[in-house]
């Protein structure tokens, strides 16, 4: 199956690098956001992206114009009409999703694909909200979109081998790796990634060490590009927290269980750069400072 021409429903931080890579690619892309305002943010995060490209010289002014060119951005789901394949990456709510699902399976011909972005949430769940159980899959990307070369394809148990090919195709067009992974709370990097990043916190709280050391401890040891609590902060307190949550449902294992200090931030509104505080203080984002939390 090809695919020539692809949606992105949400242009949030995922959805917009989602879109912006597609249409690097050469994919007419088609985006959509709820309101003007988010839109417009969203297209701006993405010549933000473009611009650091064309700065140093990966991209050319001709072909950031071009890829702002295959862009539609629009409020209707209507326009995704002409699609091969829609991404979805709306929040981090299974009932939002399936609605989002049941409306495109309508709109969308029948051989186009539905993927979810989701981090965490069940797939099946999302596909039986559809009448395309063959074509629904996963296609879970990390952030910054635009830099990560990892696209994990979550197959279901009723996916169709030749959807599950033409989703690894669509993301070695788009540069990335695809890994192929069934559907499991996690999938395979939160699987592993999460508990990591639990258990940093349960060793701060345990006093192995401050949080610059064991940042330290991480990215110097390990050769990481950051340390559990910079990339903590990155990811979103609150978004490890929402993950946590599913995986321990899941599971029921300690290991995927959020410890109290997290819940904690999370209740305080401390959920990282985005709210300019969380393990660190970023009043000054080019020093960030380590927050006092103990
Ligand atoms: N678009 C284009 N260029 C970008 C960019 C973007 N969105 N973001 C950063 N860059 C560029 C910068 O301009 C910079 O360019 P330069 O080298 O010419 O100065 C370069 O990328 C490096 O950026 P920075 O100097 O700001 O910072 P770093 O060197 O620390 O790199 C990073 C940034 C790539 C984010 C790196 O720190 C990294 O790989 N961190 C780990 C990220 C990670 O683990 N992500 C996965 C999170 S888990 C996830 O997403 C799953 C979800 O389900 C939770």
Redesign the pocket.
């Known amino acids: 199956m090809e695919i020539r021409k692809v949606g992105v429903v949400g242009c949030g931080l995922m959805g917009s690098?989602i879109a912006q890579v597609s249409a690097m690619s050469g994919f007419p892309t088609v985006v959509r956001e709820v309101s003007d305002e988010l839109l417009s943010a969203g297209l701006g995060r993405i010549e933000k992206?473009l611009a650091?490209?064309t700065e140093?010289g990966t991209m050319t002014a001709d072909q950031k114009a071009q890829t702002l060119a295959r862009l539609k951005p629009t409020l209707k789901l209507e326009d995704f009409a002409g699609c091969d394949l829609v991404v979805e990456a709306v929040i981090e709510n299974l009932e939002r999703k399936r609605e989002v699902f049941a409306a495109l399976d309508k709109i969308l011909a029948q051989h186009a694909l539905l993927a979810s972005n989701t981090?965490?949430l069940s797939i099946t769940e999302m596909m039986t909200a559809t009448r395309r159980r063959e074509r629904f899959l996963g296609m879970?990307f990390?952030?910054?979109v635009?830099?990560?070369k990892l696209v994990e394809v979550v197959k279901t148990v009723a996916t169709d081998p030749a959807a599950v090919e033409g989703a690894l195709d669509f993301a070695k067009k788009l540069g990335k790796t695809p890994v192929l992974t069934n559907d499991r709370a996690g999938f395979i990097?939160?699987r592993l990634?999460v508990p990591y990043l639990l258990d940093a916190v349960r060793a701060f709280e345990e006093g192995f060490g401050t949080i610059e050391d064991i940042d330290a401890g991480m990215k110097l040891g390990c050769n990481h590009?950051?340390g559990p609590f910079t990339?903590l902060d990155?990811?979103g307190i609150d978004?490890?927290y929402y993950?946590a949550e599913i995986l321990f449902a899941e599971y029921r294992e300690k290991r995927f269980a959020p410890p109290p200090l997290m819940k904690r931030m999370v209740m305080a509104g401390m959920y990282g750069r985005k709210t300019g505080k969380g393990f660190y203080d970023y009043s000054d984002p080019k020093n960030p400072k380590v927050n006092q939390l103990l």
Request: hydrophobic residues 45%; glycine residues 4%.
């Open positions: 690098g992206s650091k490209f140093k981090s965490s879970h990390f952030n910054p635009p830099l990560m990097v939160n990634l590009p950051m990339l990155f990811v978004t490890t993950i």
